[in-house]
């Protein structure tokens, strides 16, 4: 089993905020980040390490000259860092998501597909950027200029539990940078956050032999598009999804990850080469093995 380290002993219970009701502007924003400090890793073999938050709740906008009723997803990018102190280099920065494969809110007035729970999203960190002996500050923020607001960009879960006032703060938000992880410790903790935990934590993978295993991909005609299918066998698959090839040496992810089976998914037509493509399945675990299937060929 992976290690988590977090302010919390079990990640399962953030989800305030990113799971629906009032967000209460916890977005990840060009102008807002949110940072935690860490307790030292527990000392162990690890082979790899990864950060993360749990996000949800990415905004729409109307499709331009669409319907009403034709919604996109506004795009924007979410990037972590690590660091043993609130002072964030390029160096220590990894691009975490794109929005558009975020869970979105929930419309009332609006079908969209795609909507959810907010979900875990791990990058990978070298295992050297980890500490054992000190604090591992984190931060998540955004490097697009137009995510600046609850109404477009995404919401980080939180989990709220009141600390004894006497308690050094070990969470912050940061709302005066611009699209860049503060660089200075001086001024970086900007507002203590009290009776909120957000849900940023590292992961850490012991060296194990885990196998994924992706068998029985096959793809037929849906109407004018395709239904593919395939099963995953591992322990924990944590996400599946769909890529494509037009030589079987570049690949590229063609659907959103499933999370859970059965894995059936809708390839359009549209989305394909106009001279057809290959298109496998590639599923992970939790230990961030992978495995795949031998390319399918739809034709055009």
Known sequence: MPVYVSLNSNINDFGRFADGGPDENWYIGFNNAWIVALPPAPIGEYSRAFIGAK???AKTRAKPGGRPWEREVIPG???????PTPSF???????????????LEDDPHVYMPGTGHAVWFWTEVPAGMISFSG?????????????????SAPILAA?????????????????????????RAEGTLET???NFKPALAIKLVPPNDATVAVRECAAAPAGADFVYRFTADGDG?????????????DWERLSAYRREPPFLMTVRRSKLSS?????????????????????????P
């Open 55 to 57: 996000i949800g709740r």
């Open 77 to 83: 990018k979410i990037y972590m860092a690590i660091a």
């Open 89 to 103: 280099t390029a160096e220590r920065s990894y691009f975490l998501t794109e929005t558009a494969d975020i869970p």
């Open 135 to 151: 604090p591992n500050y984190l931060i998540v923020w955004s490097t697009t200029r137009y995510l600046v607001g609850s109404s």
């Open 159 to 183: 989990l709220e539990e009141r600390s004894n006032a006497s308690e050094e703060p070990r969470a912050w938000n940061n709302r005066s940078l611009g699209g860049v992880a503060p660089r």
């Open 192 to 194: 203590p956050l009290n």
């Open 237 to 249: 698959i944590e996400a599946a999804w769909l890529e494509s090839s037009t030589d079987q040496l």
């Open 275 to 299: 001279r057809g493509a290959w298109v496998r399945a590639v599923a992970r675990d939790q230990l961030h093995n992978e495995g795949h299937c031998d390319g399918v060929w739809l034709a």
